[in-house]
């Protein structure tokens, strides 16, 4: 079965084509994050309680300590 899902970058996407960062799509219960330099890649997919936590962890500074 395929899917059709509406990307959008994220508004971090940084100067030139943006094709620097990932890719965000609104599931019915999911969120979907793919890389954008390489969007027929595989995908990961979070239920939609656990994507806002996900994104505070890439954030917070002491992650990957």
């Known amino acids: 079965m395929t899917t059709t ?3 959008r970058k994220s508004s971090y996407s940084g100067g030139g084509e943006g094709n620097a960062c990932v890719e965000v799509a609104d599931l019915d219960t999911h969120a979907a994050v ?3 330099k390489a ?3 595989a ?3 979070f239920p ?3 994507f806002a936590p996900f994104i505070n962890a890439l ?3 002491r992650a990957g300590r």
């Open 34 to 36: 793919r890389d954008s």
């Open 5 to 7: 899902c509406t990307w």
């Open 59 to 61: 954030k917070d500074p």
């Open 48 to 50: 939609v309680s656990a």
């Open 43 to 45: 995908t990961l997919t």
């Open 39 to 41: 969007p027929r890649r």
